[in-house]
């Protein structure tokens, strides 16, 4: 990046892949203003529109439509303002929590909250959405940096199974599957032969993984594409984030590197605040690595390998990622 335009990067991922504790990580340091879901979450907000129309636009100039993009993105509106919240140097931060919950009750209040907690100008913005994956080749084409986070299938499954019973996770693309793959790939639709939203509820979300996945890495290798893999994150957190960093050309603060230790665990005086455990940034992440493997029983297995057997991406990311060496 260079420091004659506004910074912007992304993070995207597959749900229950761990971006929602990566956007945090990033969220830590004190000079980046953070976006959540702002493309999913304010789909209908006119500056939003215009941001995804000239991320869109094959004839706006690349730095103009980047620049859209970036002032939609600026507004602290507090839907895509999310706990836990850090001190910022780019912004005010002061009953930055308070003004978040009273906005949350009170729509009225947005405009308010807005003018009073949006960063400076120039502050680097870094934005976090689950799927949006033609939105993801968007940014890439605008050149901004973008770090797709990929999680083990056996552990997504097992998440959204939990998830799903719980009515915590949407289900209903599972009902449209079979539209979704012949619209992926026919060849894929016919090897299954319409019979995938027949399958078991395992089967169903590994496809779903897969069809996302592939959908998003088909513009894999690119220049301005980082992949991380979650449990490279579980087992060494601090080099991912430097990593994830400097990709996103952002220097990482001693802020950062104390959250790191907090959301780990392995700061037992850190002050952790109440949140849903199914969302929660905060793990053991030994324990969260490893936790499908008790939960997921051999036949929901059978099922997912079934799901990706004749998946090349898949069979590439499992040796990259040493999925099959942590078995």
Not at 58 to 74: E, G, M, N, Q
Not at 241 to 265: N, P
Request: proline share 7%; glycine share 4%.
């Amino acid at each position: 990046m260079t420091a004659c335009r506004p910074q912007l990067g992304a993070l995207f991922g597959t749900g229950r892949s761990g971006t929602t504790w990566l956007g945090a990580i990033v969220d830590s340091s004190p000079t980046v203003a953070y976006r959540f879901e702002p493309f999913s979450r304010l789909r209908n907000h006119p500056r939003i529109q215009h941001a995804r129309t000239a991320a869109e636009s094959s004839s706006l100039p690349t730095a103009d439509a980047r620049d859209i993009v970036y002032r939609a993105l600026r507004p602290a509106h507090p839907r895509i303002v999310k706990d836990p919240f850090f001190a910022k140097s780019c912004s005010r931060s002061l009953g930055r929590r308070p003004a978040w919950y009273a906005a949350r009750l009170l729509p009225a209040l947005n405009p308010i909250v807005e003018r009073v907690y949006t960063p400076a100008k120039t502050t680097p913005i870094v934005f976090k959405e689950v799927a949006y994956y033609a939105l993801m080749h968007h940014m890439l084409r605008l050149e901004v940096p973008t770090v797709f986070l990929i999680r083990d299938p056996r552990a997504v499954v097992a998440s959204l199974l939990v998830g799903q019973k719980q009515n915590l996770m949407p289900s209903g693309r599972l009902g449209v599957l079979d539209d979704l793959a012949r619209k992926h790939d026919p060849e894929l639709s016919r090897e299954f032969d319409g019979t995938l939203q027949s399958r078991s509820s395992a089967f169903m979300n590994a496809m779903l993984w897969r069809l996302d996945v592939e959908e998003a890495l088909r513009v894999h290798p690119h220049p301005q594409l980082r992949l991380i893999y979650y449990e490279s994150l579980c087992t060494s957190p601090t080099q991912v984030a430097t990593e994830t960093f400097e990709h996103l050309g952002l220097e990482l603060t001693d802020e950062t590197l104390r959250f790191i230790a907090q959301s780990t665990g392995s700061d037992d005086s850190a002050n952790r605040e109440q949140t849903d455990p199914y969302f929660s940034v905060f793990r053991d992440p030994k324990k969260s690595m490893s936790k499908w493997r008790s939960t997921l029983t051999e036949s929901n297995l059978h099922d997912i390998e079934a799901a990706l057997a004749s998946s090349t991406v898949y069979a590439s990311l499992r040796t990259d990622a040493g999925w099959d060496a942590r078995d």
